[in-house]
């Protein structure tokens, strides 16, 4: 067990909805990266927050949005919700924004999109 | 940008049968490789690492070498258990910021 935690485990939720997916990150990690998964694919990149501030994003568009708190826990927020947005999402916690350091992942949130 | 490429599956030994998965990547400079693997309705496990040239990752059988000149970090395990039945991820890290990983392949062991 990583001690990475996600919740809801899993949801449906319709299109043209916002959603908000949570991951408490290993005690003492400062980072948060999420992940999308799309069935059968590898995860992808969406964005990362070290020390409360964004450190980088990856090719999703602004609907997707995140927010990290004091005790580094991380809030991934989607807005208009489309049918592709249909995904499992990851998040991984590091001690630092160096991913060299070992980064655990959480087991995700299955986000069903009808 | 940084891509990884893995060999398509999936992949279906029978049980102490010897496993390679292809792991390929390109990249600007030298950046760290992992295995990661994920079990049935589960997250992503980290299976091993290597963070330079010619280093190997080791971990529960399996192996790894990072293998500069070729761009590659293939797996292997000399005899696979039903166990080991999972979709394995290569990835490589960007800048040492997040990591880029390969579609996964799908590993099933038969009995």
């Known amino acids: 067990e990583t001690g990475v935690t996600q919740s809801p485990t899993h949801l449906i939720k319709t299109r043209g909805q916002q959603v908000t997916l949570r991951c408490s990150s290993q005690s003492g990690h400062n980072t948060v990266s999420w992940y999308q998964q799309a069935l059968g694919q590898g995860p992808q990149f969406i964005f990362q927050?070290?020390?409360?501030?964004?450190?980088g994003r990856g090719n999703f568009p602004p609907r997707f949005s995140g927010l990290q708190f004091p005790n580094y826990s991380s809030e991934l927020n989607v807005n208009a919700l489309e049918l592709d947005d249909s995904a499992l999402y990851l998040c991984a916690s590091s001690l630092e924004s160096v991913m060299n350091t070992e980064a655990f992942f959480g087991q995700g949130t299955r986000l069903t999109v009808v | 940008g940084n891509s990884v490429t893995q060999m398509e599956g999936p992949v279906t030994l029978s049980e102490e049968a010897f496993l390679t998965i292809n792991c390929t990547y390109t990249a600007t400079g030298y950046p760290s490789l992992f295995w990661y693997v994920q079990y049935p309705g589960e997250g992503l496990q980290l299976l091993l690492k290597?963070?330079?040239?010619?280093d190997k990752g080791s971990n529960k059988g399996f192996e790894a070498t990072y293998r500069k000149e070729t761009t590659s970090f293939h797996l292997e395990k000399g005899s696979v258990q039903v166990s080991d039945s999972a979709v394995y991820f290569c990835a490589s890290d960007n800048y040492g910021q997040n990591f880029v990983f390969g579609p996964g392949t799908r590993l099933s062991v038969l009995p």
């Open positions: 927050y070290y020390r409360e501030e964004e450190n």
């Open positions: 290597a963070t330079k040239a010619d």
